[in-house]
């Protein structure tokens, strides 16, 4: 693998974001490891909820990295603004979304191609902006706030979420232990880029701060075969090309190498309320 972070080479995004099944894979094993924090999804509404001065006349949402779109349809369901606009640069992963938007006719939502550094919308047209899990895949992620802020209207609200710099250490811990990668502990954060000590000083930059919220999030996983189905297409890791991949194979040679036990790590999920500068509406 080439030594730029993974989430910051363009060499690497249709490996990573090409087949929607290779993330929906990985977060599924996480969820099914989720032992504390709350749904990150609902928490973005209740802050929306508490923070917005009209909550419940929202005009248009935008939702930026939507992946496979649960955070919009959420956004869609439960404030029901005239419109929610999911935005992110896979073609796999929106297909996915939209598909899940079809077995929900009835929410105002649709989800678009597009590039966050470039948003495709005119200055002042969103009530609301979110960008959860997906700063830290740019480089330059000051840019982006930038244009969230030009896409707000006066007083309009953004919801940040990333996470911590060692986010699943004990993971990197488990694959160093049983030697597939024995730099995996040395290895950059992938979300070092946005991450929770930096986050909220670089929205600063070009928009007020109104809050800062921090939760620690906490996943067990249930042993070697469920830790494999999240290390199998984890990109931070230098796995062999037999074992990166392939999940049965990595479940194999865990079962080899190390005893089966289950494995707990955690997260600092951190999630920063701004607004566009102009003051209340």
């Not at 929607?20 to 999804?41: E, F, H």
């Not at 603004?81 to 899940?100: F, N, S, T």
């Not at 992938?190 to 999030?217: I, K, P, Q, T």
Request: contains cysteine; aromatic residues 6%; hydrophobic residues 40%.
């Amino acid at each position: 693998m080439s030594g730029i972070n993974p989430f910051l080479d363009p060499l690497r995004q249709a490996e990573l974001y090409g087949d929607d099944s290779r993330l929906a894979s990985r977060s599924s094993a996480l969820m099914r490891a989720k032992t504390s924090g709350r749904p990150v999804p609902d928490t973005i509404v209740e802050l929306v909820r508490h923070h917005h001065e009209r909550p419940d006349r929202l005009g248009l949402v935008l939702d930026l990295g939507c992946g496979r779109g649960t955070s919009s349809l959420t956004l869609a369901e439960d404030l029901r603004p005239r419109h929610v606009v999911g935005l992110d640069a896979a073609p796999a992963l929106l297909e996915q979304a939209r598909q899940r938007a079809r077995r929900l006719p009835d929410l105002p939502v649709t989800f678009h191609q597009g590039d966050f550094h470039h948003l495709p919308l005119s200055a002042g047209s969103c009530d609301v902006v979110v960008a959860a899990f997906c700063l830290y895949h740019s480089p330059r992620p000051r840019s982006v706030v930038a244009e969230i802020g030009r896409a707000l209207v006066p007083g309009g609200l953004a919801v940040f979420v990333t996470k911590s710099l060692d986010s699943y250490r004990e993971m990197d811990q488990l694959v160093a232990a049983a030697g597939f990668d024995p730099a995996a502990e040395q290895h950059e954060s992938l979300y070092v880029s946005a991450h929770s000590g930096n986050l909220a000083d670089l929205v600063a930059v070009s928009l007020d701060v109104l809050a800062v919220e921090h939760e620690e999030h906490t996943f067990t996983f249930d042993g070697h075969d469920h830790v494999a189905e999240y290390l199998a297409t984890n990109p931070k890791y230098d796995l062999a090309l037999g074992l990166y991949g392939n999940a049965a194979a990595l479940a194999t040679t865990l079962h080899e190498l190390l005893p089966d036990r289950p494995l707990t790590t955690k997260s600092l999920v951190t999630f920063v309320l701004a607004q566009s500068r102009g003051g209340r509406q």
